[in-house]
């Protein structure tokens, strides 16, 4: 069968490398799944966002793939930068409601020189 | 343009006393939301506002808390009685529609600690 990307609480790159980022997201039923990047003391940033009728969507040096069957959202960002150290969470649309967003468990990206 | 703002930036308190945690959005955005982040965690749903009425409270963890936005921009987030365990980053975010659907915008957050 298809792996799942496991979740990793960090990962440390080098300076240039691409680096990869991995969430399972909790119901099938969300459509909307946006990353977000959080420094220390800031609140968090929107990188990307995708909807449920996109399984790629690409950005400025970040790319967002989606996985519906295996509910499995990453975030691939090219050439890595110091500046790209921070927390990354995921997050899914859908709570009871429907209103608000549940964010994944983030992975601490450091990136070294 | 500006972003979300909250205040105060850090807020120390005894327990058992009453804070409020201030958000003003970006202008024109409809929708507001709090969150609650505690250390090495994701942001946790507590409220939604959608103009001036709270379309969902669900996420409150007890009514100890509360929260007014009673002209549809700036909204007050109200504690009572704090508990050592209400110590935490308080999230302010806001967005053009409601739903969830629509990208929300984070302020810098409070962060409370209750001794």
């Known amino acids: 069968g298809e792996s799942v990307g496991l979740h990793l609480p960090t990962l440390s790159v080098q300076e240039g490398d691409n680096s990869i980022i991995n969430c399972a997201y909790s119901?099938?039923?969300?459509?909307?799944f946006i990353w977000y990047k959080q420094e220390s003391g800031k609140g968090p940033q929107f990188i990307i966002d995708i909807r449920s009728n996109m399984d790629k969507r690409q950005g400025q040096r970040v790319t967002v793939l989606l996985n519906k069957t295996v509910k499995h959202l990453s975030l691939q960002i090219a050439a890595t930068q110091p500046g790209d150290s921070a927390v990354y969470f995921c997050?899914?649309?859908?709570?009871?409601?429907?209103?608000?967003?549940?964010f994944g468990k983030g992975t601490t990206l450091s990136v070294s020189s | 343009g500006a972003g979300v703002s909250q205040t105060p930036s850090n807020k120390v308190t005894e327990k058992g006393k009453y804070v409020e945690l201030r958000c003003d959005p970006i202008?024109?955005?409809?929708?507001l939301y709090w969150y609650r982040q505690s250390l090495g965690q994701g942001p946790e749903f507590l409220i939604y506002?959608?103009?001036?009425?709270?379309a969902d409270d669900s996420g409150l963890p007890n009514d100890r808390f509360f929260a007014v936005r009673p002209e549809g921009s700036v909204s007050t987030l109200k504690i009572q009685r704090t508990e050592r365990g209400d110590s935490a980053v308080y999230l302010c975010?806001?967005?053009w529609g409601g739903g969830g659907d629509y990208e929300q915008f984070f302020g810098p957050g409070t962060r409370l600690t209750v001794l």
């Open positions: 506002f959608q103009g001036t009425g709270a």
């Open positions: 202008s024109g955005h409809t929708a």
């Open positions: 997050a899914e649309n859908f709570n009871q409601a429907g209103t608000a967003l549940i």
């Open positions: 119901n099938s039923a969300s459509d909307y």
């Open positions: 975010a806001s967005s």
